[in-house]
């Protein structure tokens, strides 16, 4: 069964602003324009740590566009509380030993699932050591990620790591039409691909979306 994540999201939002606490969050991130929603909307509530790590990027060109995209939008964009930015570790060896067996699964499949396992339990770690109230990921606000995955992953790395996951869907309440007009508003770039050499090849896009870069969304 289908649970509702940002319900989920909603009631501990609820509870810790009752409390007069701001918890502290380290946001696993996958690029700026997924970033930025969950920036404006989270940094009401949470003192935020971004966190880049994403070593499914295989094209370091492309990373270090992407990693300074990040950087910029944390700089212009207004927050309630401060975000701070951590960057992680770039091996792109890590994804693909990670993938390897996996590599004519459909895009959406298991090496997907692999990869969304890969950085939420890095991020898991990184909390760990740092301490924070909560960890979570942006991966949830693209239509084209699986959230209910993402979420029983996430929870299962909590429970193993003791860490405490914050449960989210964030294309939610509007929050992936949000991202697109945050986009625009800072002049994000906006990738067509993930950023592995999988989805590259296939080439996906949203249905009834088209016309460039601008008007796809990264999956």
Not at 126 to 135: E, H, I, L, N, P
Not at 142 to 169: C, H, M, Y
Not at 206 to 219: F, H, N, T
Request: glycine residues 6%; charged residues 30%.
């Amino acid at each position: 069964m289908n649970v509702n994540y940002q319900k989920e999201l909603d009631r501990i939002i609820e509870r810790e602003s009752a409390a007069g606490h701001v918890p502290t969050l380290l946001l696993h991130s996958c690029c700026a324009p997924c970033s930025s929603y969950c920036f404006e909307y989270l940094a009401q509530y949470f003192s935020i740590t971004d966190f880049f790590y994403n070593p499914n990027i295989t094209e370091r060109n492309e990373y270090r566009k992407r990693i300074e995209e990040i950087r910029r939008l944390i700089e212009e964009q207004p927050h309630l509380h401060k975000i701070n930015f951590v960057e992680g570790r770039y091996d792109p060896a890590e994804f693909f030993e990670m993938a390897r067996g996996y590599e004519d699964c459909p895009e959406g499949g298991e090496r997907c699932f692999r990869c969304y396992e890969l950085r939420i339990r890095e991020a898991a770690d990184v909390a760990r050591r740092g301490g924070f109230d909560y960890f979570t990921t942006t991966l949830t606000i693209s239509p084209l990620k699986n959230a209910q995955k993402l979420n029983e992953i996430g929870f299962r790395v909590a429970e193993e790591t003791g860490t405490r996951w914050l449960p989210s869907d964030f294309k939610k309440k509007g929050g992936y039409q949000r991202s697109i007009e945050l986009s625009r508003e800072y002049d994000l770039y906006r990738q067509d691909y993930c950023g592995c050499v999988f989805s590259k090849r296939r080439d996906l896009t949203i249905p009834g979306k088209a016309g460039g870069d601008k008007d796809r969304q990264e999956r």
